[in-house]
Every structure is written in C-alpha cells, then in structure tokens.
C-alpha cells in the first residue's frame, strides 16, 4: 500500500490532534475530490514498517488523540490487509487512543455482498474502528460548514456502537 501524504498534527479529520494518513488507491472517483491525486495506486511512497513504526511512536505522544485514515480509499480491497495489520498494531501500542476512518462507501454497501470491499478482512478492520465518515463526496451536496465532512450526504458513524447495535441500526456519532 502506499500513502500520499501523513499529516503529523492534523486538527481537521477528527476529534483533537491526530496522525492522519492519506492513503492511496481509489475506485470511487467522486467529481470535485480534493485529493484527486490519490486515486492512483502507485501515488506516493509505501507505507512499510519504518513509517508504521513512526505514526506508532508519534501517536504516544500525549497530545496525540488518534490516528485518522482517509485518501484515496482506505477500503479498497488492495488497501485493507495492510491497513489491518497497522490497527492491530496501532491498538496494540495506543489502547487510550481513538481511529477514524474516512470512506466514500456507505455503511449498507459495505454490508451488501455486491461491494467490493466486502472482503476477509473488512469485519475484523472495523473493529478497530471507533468513528467512520461515510458516503461518496457530492460536489452538489458541499458545504463547508459541516464538521469533520465535505458534503450533506456524508454521516458520522460511531462504528463500535453500529456494530453492538441489538437492532442493527446505524449509530451517529455525538461528541
């Protein structure tokens, strides 16, 4: 897998300071995507275990709130084996501290057979998952003033809740 980018002290895709990793590889292609770059798969460097290693050891800074991991396309099934061993990792190291995890599928397609990110390993990602921003960017549903979000369509899903649900309902998440 390769990253674009890694923002070291982002305030902007989640809750507090946070290492946000812009991975590379998307499918989704939404008209208006601020990181068009990231489409590509080859786009940036790898992510390898040295750079691993150093989000690890940055994130156990004490104002370090979590990680948060968007792109590109960090459900696209080239992208989740690796993104996988990284939050085991990630948790392993940093109990205290939370995951967001940014994509354009939605909550029901990744539930639905037919998505190519229902893979072997999606189930277990998401466990490590404390906050999901769904749904594709829609240039005609932007606005800036939402928090955390690009446009209307997109929700914050408090994924651990979602998942513990008794009625299967989608959570939102409420700071």
């Not at 995951?99 to 909550?107: A, E, K, M, R, S």
């Not at 003033?145 to 939102?172: A, C, H, Y």
Request: with cysteine.
């Amino acid at each position: 897998m390769n990253y674009g980018e890694i923002k070291w002290n982002s305030v902007e895709n989640g809750t507090g300071t946070r290492v946000s990793i812009f991975v590379s590889g998307c499918r989704n292609h939404c008209p208006g995507c601020f990181n068009e770059p990231t489409w590509d798969f080859s786009y940036g460097k790898k992510f390898g275990l040295e750079v691993q290693n150093a989000v690890i050891e940055h994130c156990k800074e004490p104002y370090i709130h979590g990680i948060t991991i968007l792109g590109g396309e960090p459900l696209e099934p080239e992208n989740q084996k690796l993104i996988l061993t990284f939050l085991q990792a990630f948790a392993s190291a940093c109990p205290d501290k939370t995951v967001w995890l940014y994509t354009g599928f939605t909550w029901e397609e990744l539930k639905s057979p037919e998505c190519r990110a229902r893979t072997e390993w999606l189930p277990s990602l998401l466990c490590y998952v404390d906050v999901m921003v769904d749904g594709r960017f829609v240039q005609a549903q932007r606005d800036i003033t939402l928090r955390f979000r690009g446009s209307r369509n997109q929700r914050i899903i408090d994924v651990q809740k979602t998942i513990l649900s008794p009625t299967r309902e989608i959570v939102l998440w409420n700071e």
